[in-house]
């Protein structure tokens, strides 16, 4: 296009051929700065599997990777995590930390998910403009909360309020001040906003072509909705409700906060629990010891962490480019 | 053929009701959301009352709840987040620019815009360790850190290699983290300049860096920051990777140890230190204070809490009336 | 969805009657299917419509046509009140179904489209399967006996003809089939739900002229057991499979009459000058 140097004055009859020119060096070495400014990503990523991959699988000689000094099968078979503990008694079993993971996540899916998906179609089908435009900038600000503040308000409201009052004082179950359903819920909620903004995205791209076909068959309301829009977005519902939760598997904050515990094999959500990210972080606000197993386990986890949170983002951005696609 | 009329009439009336009771569940949770967001400011708010006082924003960390203040982690976190707008915009606003005004359909644009937005669901914890082995450790490379100094002319600092747990950690780290938010939006408002505008600018003559220059960004501009504020203000609110890297949520002084305005300005020396020097940020004495069981700690952290609500909502009220501002009046 | 019902016993002060012309219809025969009183439409305060007076013959194929933007399209979508989705919108004046003012306030907009069904210019099947395209009215009416579904799929399609073509892929996605066998698959959707009506907003304006010519002789075919109400920009579409024609200009219904005679020898200026294509 114009990478050509503009006709010099100079020449009596200006030529259209290329020559030398500060400005076409000048462009040049402009487009060659941007082009490493995006492939910084790309660094980014590489950088994080390479501090993941040589802490965790392998190590250049002298030193030896998590993996080479504890077994993939006593990784993901062993019931017990204590690398804390003393030399004698540590395992190194994952199962804990992803059944702890798994909890706060099922948790956390249980109500964001249906609550994010009902703001959906609620704003894209039922709502009137002006409530929609009243109603998305406070999702904005649903979600731009810190999550440390989601975990102030599960520890010092939502268990001490709700949680301990109706399955304490009610039901006379057993719950501590820590447990995983407080840490749940405020996940959950965290992740409303999400849900409801991807999933009412994907909503509003179904064709309006397809709602009127619907109303002509005699379809009340609640029949296109449920019967027609849901279904033809489906796909992309599903992706956002994979991206959300791949978020509540990498949330931290909150669930330190609110249900840090042992590490255990438990699905009881009134248990204190301790998940891939909470071990991560109560490690790291001690001293660890360069070089020790202990460190290296964190970069074992983190790694499983990546593993499954990058699978299930790029399932599902997969998933979502294909939707856009049809409905283009 | 017929549908059963009587069996229809009967159906439509359950129909209805079906519908209007879907609505208002719909409608119910919405409203429910939105109320749950009231009831958190209001708990949290009411927590604080109180001890939100001047003393509060002057003081330093203390063990003593009453005498417990943010300075530390206030003046922390603007540090971070200005050094992480100083390195974050203009990269991300040039990765944004080159892959929407330069890329040609590659596989490795492809494959790059894949990578952000990839990048932009990784845990924030992740970025945490990443940060920590990097910056922090440097891989490890010296058992003991290694003291420099440099001059300046007129000032000079000192820093340490590896880093170590210093500011600059902390920003290249929160760098890192918002760069794939910071490129996204930018890129959005990059698309939504239309194309005439380039065109009209290339036909004229310009080259591709001043048509990009002095007619693509400067109509992007409103869009671009209103996504680079709110991409910093998420960072702001970052806990997790700070404490990864294993920053002292304790501390009770100021980056570089500058006691006020006129102590910056006598000694210039002390701000270019700053940055070399430790830090916690007002996230991480939260965490801490809402860690600490003993008495009257909810309410520190409450008002920490309000504190950083505070700094966020004038962040992103910028934004919005940046967006509101410019928006009327570029239309096309 | 009470958005215009408000309005719609509203009724507009006559005016000049310039449509007030000599109905095609001959005089004695049945009561009219449907029929519009000095109808007028509103997208807020921008009058689509003004007093149309229509009366739409049982068994048989009324076109509608005019210059784009004439309101053809909104008032055969006000015909099944499809134009209630869209804010803002008001109808004055009466539309009839067998007598009745079907924008009163008593009236289920869903029994009306069940018995006044659509066909839609872009074909429109639901991202599912065939079988589930057509069994979706029928469905959503509260219909689950499997045979009688069954049943009712396999006339509609054989009423659209499509049956040869689907009957060994009704689970196939309705997406995979063309664009012309997508428009018939539209109708057979429509005629499950058993209609009275059929409203048809340019059904073959997006096809090829094969399929064309099959949707053609499927419009001629059904109207031995529906009324059919057509909108169309080709005049010769209009000439071949319509009783009657009527032509709207500006919002305007200039001119009805018996399709023959209106191509023939029509009597407003306006309407000579369209079909001699001297404008439009």
Redesign the interface.
């Known amino acids: 296009m114009a990478s050509a140097g503009p006709a010099r004055r100079e020449q009596s009859t200006p030529s259209l051929r290329r020559t030398f020119s500060w400005q076409r060096t000048r462009e040049q070495f402009i487009q060659g700065g941007l082009f490493c400014c995006a492939l910084l990503s790309i660094v980014t990523t590489l950088s994080i599997i390479y501090v993941l991959v040589t802490e965790a699988i392998v190590s250049l000689p002298p030193d030896t990777s998590f993996f080479q000094e504890i077994g993939l099968v006593e990784f993901f078979s062993e019931t017990r995590w204590t690398p804390q503990y003393a030399e004698e008694q540590r395992h190194y079993g994952i199962l804990p930390l992803l059944c702890g993971t798994l909890l706060i996540t099922g948790i956390s899916g249980l109500i964001g998910l249906p609550a994010g998906l009902m703001i959906a179609i609620y704003l894209s089908e039922y709502a009137t403009p002006r409530t929609r435009s009243l109603c998305k900038p406070m999702l904005e600000l649903l979600a731009g909360i810190p999550t440390i503040v989601y975990g102030y308000f599960a520890l010092k409201v939502l268990t001490p309020f709700f949680i301990v009052p109706v399955f304490k004082h009610t039901f006379g179950l057993s719950v501590g001040g820590f447990n995983a359903l407080a840490g749940g819920i405020v996940v959950g909620i965290m992740i409303i906003p999400m849900v409801a903004s991807l999933s009412e995205d994907v909503l509003r791209a179904v064709p309006n072509s397809l709602r009127e076909a619907g109303y002509a068959l005699g379809s009340t309301k609640f029949d296109v909705s449920a019967k027609i829009v849901v279904p033809s977005a489906l796909s992309g519902i599903l992706a956002s409700f994979l991206l959300a939760l791949s978020r509540s598997i990498g949330e931290t904050m909150a669930v330190a906060i609110a249900s840090t515990g042992q590490p255990a094999l438990t699905l009881n959500p009134l248990d204190a629990i301790q998940t891939m990210t909470i071990f991560i972080v109560n490690v790291m606000q001690g001293e660890v010891v360069a070089g020790s197993t202990l460190e290296k386990s964190l970069y074992a986890v983190a790694l499983v962490l990546f593993i499954i949170t990058l699978g299930m983002n790029m399932v599902s951005q997969m998933v979502l480019a294909r939707y856009r696609e049809v409905y283009q | 053929?017929?549908?059963?009329d009587d069996?229809?009439e009967r159906?439509?009336v359950l129909?209805?009701r079906?519908?209007q009771a879907?609505?208002w569940?719909?409608?119910l949770?919405?409203w429910?959301?939105?109320g749950?967001?009231a009831v958190?400011l209001l708990?949290?708010g009411r927590?604080a009352w109180g001890w939100l006082t001047f003393g509060f924003l002057t003081r330093g960390n203390s063990y003593i709840a009453e005498e417990a203040g943010i300075v530390a982690g206030l003046c922390g976190s603007l540090w971070l987040i200005g050094l992480t707008a100083i390195m974050a915009v203009?990269?991300?606003v040039?990765?944004a620019?080159?892959?929407e005004e330069?890329?040609r359909p590659t596989r490795l644009t492809k494959?790059?815009q894949?990578?952000?937005?990839?990048?932009a669901?990784?845990?924030?914890?992740?970025?945490?360790?990443?940060g920590?082995?990097?910056f922090v450790?440097m891989f490890?490379l010296r058992d003991r850190p290694e003291k420099f100094v440099c001059s300046l002319g007129f000032v000079e600092f000192s820093f340490e290699l590896p880093l170590g747990r210093v500011v600059v950690s902390g920003a290249a780290t929160l760098t890192?983290l918002s760069?794939?938010v910071i490129?996204i939006a930018a890129q959005e408002a990059l698309r939504a300049v239309p194309a005439s505008l380039r065109h009209a600018s290339?036909a004229l003559?310009?080259?591709?860096?001043q048509?990009v220059r002095h007619q693509v960004l400067p109509a992007a501009l409103p869009g671009i920051l209103t996504g680079v504020i709110?991409a910093l203000?998420?960072a702001?609110?970052?806990?997790?990777p700070l404490?990864?890297?294993?920053a002292a949520a304790q501390l009770s002084v100021v980056p570089g140890r500058i006691a006020g305005i006129t102590d910056a300005l006598t000694h210039p020396g002390k701000l270019v230190q700053a940055p070399f020097d430790q830090f916690t940020a007002i996230?991480l004495q939260?965490?801490s204070w809402?860690?600490d069981s003993s008495r009257g700690f909810?309410h520190v952290?409450?008002a920490g809490?309000v504190v950083?609500?505070v700094v966020?909502v004038l962040m992103?009220g910028t934004a919005i009336f940046i967006r509101q501002r410019f928006q009327k009046k570029i239309r096309w | 969805m009470a958005l215009v019902k408000a309005f719609t016993q509203f009724v507009e002060p006559p005016s000049s009657p310039v449509t007030d012309v000599a109905q095609g219809a001959a005089p004695g025969a049945r009561p009219p299917k449907l029929e519009t009183v000095q109808m007028g439409f509103f997208y807020g305060l921008n009058q689509a419509l003004r007093d149309v007076s229509l009366k739409i013959n049982e068994r048989a194929v009324t076109a509608l046509i005019g210059p784009s933007g004439c309101g053809k399209s909104t008032y055969l979508r006000s015909l099944n009140r499809m134009n209630d989705i869209i804010e803002g919108t008001r109808v004055s004046g009466k539309v009839m179904l067998d007598g009745e003012d079907i924008y009163a306030k008593d009236v289920d907009v869903v029994s009306l489209r069940k018995r006044i069904g659509m066909v839609f210019q872009k074909s429109t099947p639901f991202p599912k399967s065939i079988f589930d395209n057509v069994a979706f009215g029928p469905r959503i009416a509260g219909l689950t006996d499997k045979a009688k579904l069954t049943e009712i799929v396999e006339q509609s399609l054989q009423r659209a003809a499509l049956w040869n073509e689907a009957k060994d892929r009704l689970r196939d996605s309705a997406m995979a089939l063309s664009g012309g066998q997508q428009q018939r698959l539209c109708i057979a959707r429509a005629l499950a739900t058993s209609p009275e009506v059929l409203l048809m907003d340019e059904p073959a304006s997006a096809l090829d002229p094969a399929s064309t010519s099959r949707i053609e002789d499927l419009i001629f075919e059904l109207k031995q057991n529906y009324t059919i109400v057509i909108v169309t920009h080709n005049m010769q579409q209009a000439a071949r499979i319509s009783e009657v024609t009527a032509f709207f200009c500006m919002g305007r219904l200039v001119e009805v009459g018996q399709t023959k005679q209106l191509f023939t020898n029509p009597i407003q200026k306006e309407t000579e000058d369209y079909i001699t294509g001297r404008f439009g």
């Open positions: 053929m017929n549908l059963h069996f229809y159906k439509l129909r209805h079906l519908g879907f609505e569940l719909c409608r949770t919405t429910l959301s939105m749950l967001l958190l708990g949290i927590q203009p990269l991300g040039g990765a620019v080159y892959l330069y890329a494959l790059i894949l990578n952000i937005s990839n990048l669901g990784v845990p924030s914890i992740v970025y945490g360790i990443l920590f082995t990097v450790r490890g890192l760069l794939p490129i290339l003559g310009a080259t591709k860096w048509t709110l203000s998420r702001l609110g970052e806990t997790a404490l990864v890297l294993g996230p939260i965490y809402v860690s909810e952290s409450a809490i950083l609500l966020l992103n």
